[in-house]
């Protein structure tokens, strides 16, 4: 796998730069139908201060400091409704769902929250190709940077125990937590599934489907762009930010995935520095392990 030989200065540098604007976090109580759960409306600075929206969902008059899993949300989706997020809470861990900034349309699960940056260059629909001209301008670093600013809200939040934060997530979801496991090594575990965003030469290449397919689109009109556009996804690839994960880690793959390969899944998994275990579903697509993956994550959890 090629790597930029600035990578973890490029991250440093662009975690540094956010750390300078406080996290404001904003945080009001929600009335819902949830007789053992309470729920919170959050909002918190992300990356260049802008508003991130989540949700927090919490064991009702549980004792506190709770473990807390921050789960970030796949492609297109949103935050949802706070009722959408119950399995962990019941579990006696508290839930924050972190919005994913300009997504969250049509009939899947809404979101709330905007992308005020904009794009700098020529785009394809979708994200995968926005700011694809340079690793600064790229999407993905505001996201990421979101993603790992909302688990320092986690670890600030009353009630919360720092010392057992689990980032997870599914495809892109997956790939936003295999990110932040890449980038912190405070965490207590992460659950990666079926990971989107991981070796990007290799799925743009192998795969017609979308959303990596969205790259390819892009370069069959920027003919000339392939190096740089892949030279800016160097940045942002999950299997150069799995060899730096070292907290324990639970992957799930899919043997017919056409949407994230599995060969780049494993690319990832295989580079994983911490304590790891994947779970192989043969005769699933995209949807992987389903509701018997949650049941992995609950005993995962559990050891934690």
């Known amino acids: 796998m090629p790597e930029p030989a600035d990578f973890d200065e490029f991250w440093k540098s662009t975690l540094t730069d956010a750390a300078a604007h406080d996290l404001d976090v904003r945080i009001e109580p929600v009335a819902t139908d949830l007789v053992t759960l309470e729920a919170f409306d959050l909002v918190f600075a992300g990356f260049g201060g802008h508003p991130i929206k989540a949700w927090l969902i919490k064991p009702k008059g549980v004792e506190g400091p709770l473990p807390c899993v921050v789960e970030y949300i ?49 785009t394809n629909k979708g994200w995968m190709t926005q700011g694809l001209e ?22 600030g939040l009353d009630g919360i125990d720092p010392d057992r934060i689990v980032v997870a997530g599914g495809s892109q979801g997956g790939g936003i937590a295999q ?5 912190r090594d405070d965490l207590a575990g992460a659950m990666i599934d079926v990971p989107f965003l991981t070796y990007f030469r290799r799925a743009a290449t192998i795969t017609d489907s979308y959303p990596y397919k969205e790259i390819g689109e892009f370069l069959s009109g920027q003919r000339l762009s392939e190096e740089r556009a892949f030279a800016t996804l160097d940045y942002f690839d999950g299997v150069n930010f799995a ?44 949807e992987g392990g389903g509701i018997l993956q949650r049941g992995e994550h609950l005993k995962f959890l559990a050891e934690k």
């Open 134 to 155: 340079a690793p600064e301008h790229y999407y993905y670093r505001r996201v990421f940077t979101d993603a790992h600013r909302a688990v320092d809200v986690a670890k």
């Open 179 to 183: 990110a932040v496991g890449g980038l």
């Open 243 to 286: 060899a730096r994960g070292t907290a324990p880690a639970l992957y799930s793959v899919a043997l017919m995935d056409d949407i994230c390969p599995p060969s780049t899944v494993f690319a990832a998994y295989n580079r994983w520095q911490g304590e790891k275990r994947i779970s192989v579903w043969p005769w699933n697509g995209h």
């Open 74 to 122: 796949g492609y297109s989706g949103g935050r949802s409704y706070p009722w959408a997020h119950t399995t962990f809470p019941a579990a006696g861990w508290a839930h924050l769902v972190m919005d994913t900034r300009g997504q969250g349309f049509g009939n899947w699960q809404p979101g709330d929250t905007g992308d005020p940056y904009g794009t700098t260059g020529p």
